[in-house]
């Protein structure tokens, strides 16, 4: 069982910069591949990246490609996401997930993949 909790996120004008974080529960998380998923008004929950257990793979959603980094530190059982340029349209609420993993197994992309869901943070990108 792993409990997430996401923090990080607020208003910040177009352009700007935000660095969420993703604390987990548990001493397992280690275990567990790891994504931030966003979803913005009216829309169906989407990719944003996704990190293998050991933080030696990663994967991005297209539409944020380039503008964003994922990493994680088990030994404080925590993953972040950098946003860089942020613009309007990055205006969502931000998830963090996790699924029990092998050391093998490709990353997911799908929401439905995941195991573990934290409650969601708020970016809002506007001047």
């Known amino acids: 069982q792993v409990t997430l909790v996401e923090s990080g996120g607020g208003l910040v004008q177009p352009g700007g910069s935000v660095r969420l974080s993703c604390s987990a529960s548990?001493?397992?998380?280690?275990?567990?591949?790891a994504a931030w998923f966003r979803q913005r008004p009216g829309q169906e929950r989407e990719f944003v990246a996704a990190i293998s257990r050991g933080g030696g793979n990663t994967v991005y959603g297209d539409s944020v490609q380039g503008r964003l980094t994922i990493s994680r530190d088990n030994a404080r059982n925590t993953m972040t996401l950098q946003l860089n340029s942020l613009k309007p349209e990055d205006t969502a609420v931000y998830y963090c997930?996790?699924?029990?993993?092998?050391?093998?197994?490709?990353?997911?992309?799908?929401?439905?993949?995941?195991?573990?869901w934290g409650q969601g943070t708020q970016i809002t990108v506007s001047s």
């Open positions: 548990g001493r397992t998380f280690s275990m567990h591949a």
């Open positions: 997930a996790a699924r029990r993993s092998i050391v093998t197994a490709p990353l997911e992309v799908k929401a439905g993949s995941y195991d573990y």
